[in-house]
């Protein structure tokens, strides 16, 4: 079964309005979890770190008052896209990683099933 | 510039064929995975690689991270029209804060009945 929860898997909105996003880890706490996004046949785009506690890390060029993380418990990591526009329209995907492990090269991260935003 | 290059990046072949699919890197990484992904899902964890010269089997798949630890490839054999997928490396830095993965860029494999 799923480890990683993501919800909703599918969303249509019209231009303008925010939309929010979650995820959730099963059965494991995740301090850290990891927001991407993905265009058609692409590979996964970091977009920034949800951090459990404390503010977000966000790569380079990702605006942070566009999308807004919220990390307020152990198991849960919200994005919320701000105000979105069409441009907006992707494949958003959370991962968390277990922290089982002495290191963290031998941690597994786990992906949710993703979000299909849709922006009209 | 791609830190982690993957290829073949689109790749269509016949039921019964073999492939290989390739990540190369000038860094080092910790660990490596491989994923594959179908549309409107997300990415599965196929393997872990983390020991420098390291074979992993998994049914038809080989998996294999460099000596160094900075190339790892993928190999089908017969590949199945349930292979298709985009497949997708993604390495930990050495020194990676946080647990970042970086990924590759992907390989669309379509196998053909």
């Known amino acids: 079964g799923a480890v990683v929860s993501q919800h909703p898997s599918r969303v249509i909105c019209k231009s303008g309005t925010s939309v929010k996003i979650e995820c959730r880890s099963l059965?494991?706490?995740?301090?850290?979890m990891f927001w991407y996004r993905q265009f058609p046949k692409q590979s996964l785009m970091l977009m920034a770190t949800?951090?459990?506690?404390?503010?977000?890390?966000?790569e380079q060029g990702v605006e942070k008052d566009k999308f807004l993380i919220n990390h307020a418990s152990l198991t849960l990591s919200t994005l919320t896209v701000t105000s979105a526009h069409p441009e907006d329209s992707s494949f958003y995907i959370c991962?968390?990683?277990?922290?089982?492990?002495?290191?963290?090269?031998?941690?597994?991260?786990?992906f949710g099933a993703g979000t299909r935003l849709s922006v009209l | 510039t791609q830190l982690l290059e993957q290829s073949p990046q689109f790749l269509s072949i016949q039921e019964g064929e073999n492939l290989t699919v390739y990540c190369n890197s000038s860094?080092?990484?910790?660990?490596l995975q491989w994923y594959r992904q179908e549309p409107g899902e997300g990415p599965v964890l196929l393997v872990t690689?983390?020991?420098?010269?390291e074979v992993k089997k998994l049914k038809r798949l080989t998996f294999q991270f460099g000596d160094a630890r900075k190339d790892s490839s993928l190999h089908i054999t017969a590949a199945q029209p349930g292979d298709t997928g985009l497949y997708l490396c993604?390495?930990?830095?050495?020194?990676?804060?946080?647990?970042?993965?970086?990924f590759g860029q992907g390989t669309e494999l379509s196998v053909k009945p």
């Open positions: 991962s968390a990683p277990t922290s089982g492990g002495r290191a963290w090269a031998k941690n597994i991260q786990y």
């Open positions: 949800s951090n459990e506690g404390s503010k977000a890390t966000y």
């Open positions: 690689v983390v020991t420098g010269g």
């Open positions: 059965d494991f706490q995740a301090t850290t």
């Open positions: 993604a390495g930990r830095r050495e020194r990676n804060q946080g647990g970042k993965l970086i």
């Open positions: 860094s080092v990484f910790s660990s």
